[in-house]
T-cell receptor, first 112, second 114 residues
Framework: EPEVTQTPSHQVTQMGQEVILRCVPI?????FYWYRQILGQKVEFLVS????????KSEIFDDQFSVERPDGSNFTLKIRSTKLEDSAMYFC??????????FGPGTRLTVL | GQQLNQSPQSMFIQEGEDVSMNCTSS?????WLWYKQDPGEGPVLLIA?????ELTSNGRLTAQFGITRKDSFLNISASIPSDVGIYFC??????????????FGTGTRLQVTL
């Protein structure tokens, strides 16, 4: 069964460093998303992406964040200068259309 | 912003019991989804609901899309130990031609005792 994959599973970085989180969405899906979940809290929307551009972004998704689909399979989230409060689980999701979103296993980002 | 409140926040039940949880919102949604999340993993889709009043089952799980489009319910029958986890509702407003975000609820933590 096709699934969303994410790498790395765990990323530890120093405050101020750049990180890139990678996702491979389900192959025939057209809509892509990033969400994050701070430990013990609910899942929060960051950004959605369709037709090679951002469809919507939340207040969390400020100038330090960017997304890219560099080729036909990968979807990346970059944080330019990480802050302590960026520590969270980051989930990639994809959907085939106006239907269900399928989530990856997540990347745990720890900022020291 | 949109807020989805789930109740109960957590529940302990005995194996074999039925479980009910709900999700309410001050806003209308076009789609309701229910996800289960195990510790350290991503949310796994359980059920999707698309029309007000819709009742959908997936094995021991049954979910309903409220008539007002501001709420949804999830029932689990005859619970088993592997039902343990956090259950999230998520609502979506569909924007044609764009990728529509999900707004997640606060979660219901289910623990099952033997």
């Amino acid at each position: 069964e096709p699934e969303v994959t994410q790498t790395p599973s765990h990323q530890v970085t120093q405050m101020g460093q750049e990180v890139i989180l990678r996702c491979v969405p389900i192959s025939n899906h057209l809509y892509f998303y990033w969400y994050r979940q701070i430990l013990g809290q609910k899942v929060e929307f960051l950004v959605s992406f369709y037709n090679n551009e951002i469809s919507e972004k939340s207040e969390i998704f400020d100038d330090q964040f960017s997304v890219e689909r560099p080729d036909g399979s990968n979807f990346t989230l970059k944080i330019r200068s990480t802050k302590l409060e960026d520590s969270a689980m980051y989930f990639c999701a994809s959907s085939g259309g106006m239907d269900e979103q399928f989530f990856g296993p997540g990347t745990r980002l720890t900022v020291l | 912003g949109q807020q989805l409140n789930q109740s109960p926040q957590s529940m302990f039940i005995q194996e074999g019991e039925d479980v009910s949880m709900n999700c309410t919102s001050s806003s209308i949604f076009n789609t309701w989804l229910w996800y289960k999340q195990d510790p350290g993993e991503g949310p796994v889709l359980l059920i999707a609901l698309y029309k007000a009043g819709e009742l959908t089952s997936n094995g021991r799980l049954t979910a309903q899309f409220g008539i007002t489009r501001k709420d949804s319910f999830l029932n689990i029958s005859a619970s088993i130990p592997s039902d343990v986890g956090i259950y999230f509702c998520a609502g979506r407003r569909i924007n044609t031609g764009t990728a529509s975000k999900l707004t997640f609820g606060t979660g219901t933590r289910l623990q099952v005792t033997l």
